[in-house]
């Protein structure tokens, strides 16, 4: 089946249709499979192909033991395959199979064993506890091996399932120390080099060997040239450095198309054919995953000086900020015309007609053939081929799947800009805000929380309650997002005093929902419904009680904020002010 005709069939049955294609045709055979077998139903007599995301998790935990830490496909074949064997009394079977994605081992002895394991740092060897028949994990395999085996193992020995062992805190922190240790090497290039120094006498700049790296070709992905591999485009060495971190897009110097590394085309250096890269196995080595080639490569990275490094730094999070202004008000303009009705009840047929459209609705004959508006008419009248309406429809969903699988590309390069923007300037919890909706989705998954539902300050809340200062994974005895109910983690973050770097510096420009994800990102839960009273709350923390407002200049009163509200490009309008908001007033 196609992809459109998978959604549709999955849309029917009330079931999501997000992700790639192979995900669709694994949701729809356990539909398939539920609904030819009634025997799979929950004890309540329910359906779990029919749960929503939330329930489902809470059954298949209680029901099955099932880590809620999982994805909603993998919870759902799990527990699809523990009611499938459950009922036919193969109490060995379904014991295989709930211990399979649980972890029913002894967990004191695997809490053991990973302690010892962690004493000897081999990181690799803590995640392989859990593979079981799958292959072994290195540091050279692919990062989603690599979270599910820590998905699995976290269920076993976190420490709100082994409250009487006093090493289970200990043993999970080594388990996530492995986990990033080996996904995100680049995270501790410092630590590992500043070891023995205080943190701030560590080395700034991460720096690694180059040993077994290769400068591997890339390719643009819409003339297929190979980039920047000429020194006549007078592209520094660096910049191969920016692309395959995800901090920067470039142009092909032969077609001019903007393309990073997410939409680049990336090539083996050993057997020349694509593979699929992502900026976090810049700092790994890797295979390339095709067949027949099973040597390991990393990839290289070229000197870089500090005044680069700087000015790196500045340029990206000044891109950030442009980018998130423009996102904005496009999100504005957009509620703007829906409120107006604009587009709204459009006859595409009578548009044609005028001459308003480029080709024929029904069967996409092009405009250009016809030479006046009376032949367009005459032409809607004898438009009556099914045929050539049928292809034209198919021309036309097929053209909208191609311009989704598109715009989800440009989405995951966005999210990857943002992650290497947001680890630069130094991955802290209160910069939270830099990170795009949907790589705050993929960082809530690996937290535990369901993101499901909610926004962007309420996603970047829920993690910020689980992570520590430096952006890694924090234990907190018995958080809701460790035990699956991530939503109630919100506001529990530790307030963290704001500052210029933690800022945004144009965040006087911003929208009343990016600045509450600013708060939150600094542990703030705001009651302010305006965006005057919420910049007003920036300000006091950001200044003393006898400072002047960094917005209102040097007078001592409170500065008045007017929203624009048209389509302008001017967000915010400082008035003369009349009386000083006093610190402490919220």
């Not at 660096?238 to 090539?267: D, I, P, R, W």
């Not at 021309?395 to 191609?402: D, H, S």
């Not at 018995?478 to 965040?507: C, F, H």
Request: a positive charge; proline letters at 4%; charged letters at 30%.
């Amino acid at each position: 089946m196609k992809v459109g005709e998978l959604k549709a069939a999955l849309k029917a049955a009330g079931m999501s249709t997000a992700g790639a294609k192979p995900a669709l045709e694994k949701r729809l055979d356990l539909h398939k499979q539920c609904a030819s077998n009634p025997s799979i139903r929950t004890a309540t007599g329910e359906n779990p192909c029919a749960l929503s995301f939330a329930t489902l998790k809470s059954v298949a935990a209680k029901e099955a033991q099932i880590s809620p830490m999982l994805s909603h496909d993998e919870i759902l074949e799990a527990f699809v395959a523990y009611l499938s064997a459950t009922p036919a009394g193969s109490a060995s079977a379904a014991a295989a199979t709930a211990g399979a994605q649980s972890g029913k081992v002894d967990p004191n002895a695997v809490i053991a064993k990973v302690l010892a394991l962690a004493e000897l740092d081999e990181h690799a060897e803590i995640l392989n506890l859990a593979r079981g028949s799958g292959p072994e994990i290195t540091s050279a395999s692919p990062v989603a091996m690599m979270r599910k085996a820590y998905l699995k193992l976290s269920l076993v020995i976190h420490p709100d399932r082994n409250a009487s062992n006093p090493d289970a805190t200990k043993a999970f922190q080594g388990l996530a120390t492995a986990f990033e240790r080996l996904s995100q090497p680049e995270m501790y290039a410092e630590e590992d080099a500043g070891r023995g120094k205080k943190k701030k006498d560590a080395p700034k700049k991460i720096a690694r060997s180059n040993l077994g790296c290769k400068r591997t070709r890339v390719r643009c992905p819409r003339c297929n040239v190979p980039w920047s591999e000429s020194k006549i485009e007078g592209n520094p060495d660096y910049y191969y450095n920016f692309l395959m971190s995800g901090l920067k897009q470039y142009c092909c110097s032969t077609c001019l198309f903007e393309f990073g590394c997410m939409t680049a085309v990336h090539v083996c250096p050993f057997c020349s054919k694509n593979f699929e890269y992502s900026p976090q196995d810049y700092h790994r080595k890797i295979v390339c995953g095709n067949k027949g080639c099973d040597r390991e490569f990393g990839f290289y990275e070229f000197p870089t000086s500090d005044r680069v490094i700087t000015d790196i730094k500045r340029t990206v999070k000044e891109a950030l900020e442009r980018r998130a202004k423009t996102v904005e008000q496009k999100r504005r303009r957009e509620k703007s015309s829906a409120r107006r009705g604009v587009g709204a009840g459009v006859d595409l047929e009578e548009a044609f007609s005028l001459g308003l459209t480029d080709a024929c609705p029904r069967c996409g004959e092009p405009m250009a053939s016809f030479a006046d508006e009376a032949e367009q008419r005459q032409h809607l009248r004898e438009c009556t081929d099914t045929v050539k309406h049928a292809k034209h429809k198919q021309a036309q969903k097929a053209k909208k799947v191609k311009e989704a699988a598109g715009a989800a590309v440009a989405n995951a390069q966005l999210d990857a800009e943002s992650e290497a923007t947001w680890r630069m300037l130094g991955g802290k919890t209160e910069q939270l805000w830099m990170l795009t909706e949907g790589s705050l989705s993929k960082q809530c998954e690996d937290v535990g929380v369901e993101a499901d539902g909610l926004t962007k300050d309420e996603m970047i809340a829920s993690i910020a309650s689980t992570r520590g200062d430096g952006g890694l994974l924090r234990l907190g005895g018995g958080s809701a997002a460790a035990q699956g109910t991530g939503r109630s983690a919100r506001g529990s973050a530790k307030r963290k005093k704001m500052t210029a770097s933690s800022l945004p510096t144009n965040y006087y420009q911003m929208s009343l929902q990016e600045l509450k994800s600013v708060l939150a990102a600094h542990g703030i839960v705001t009651k302010a419904t305006n965006k005057a009273d919420v910049l007003a709350e920036i300000e006091d923390d950001l200044t003393e009680d006898d400072a002047p407002l960094r917005l209102a200049g040097p007078t001592t009163a409170k500065a008045t904020v007017v929203i624009s509200e048209d389509d302008s490009d001017d967000d915010v309008i400082l008035q003369i002010p009349k009386r000083r908001r006093k610190k402490g007033a919220r």
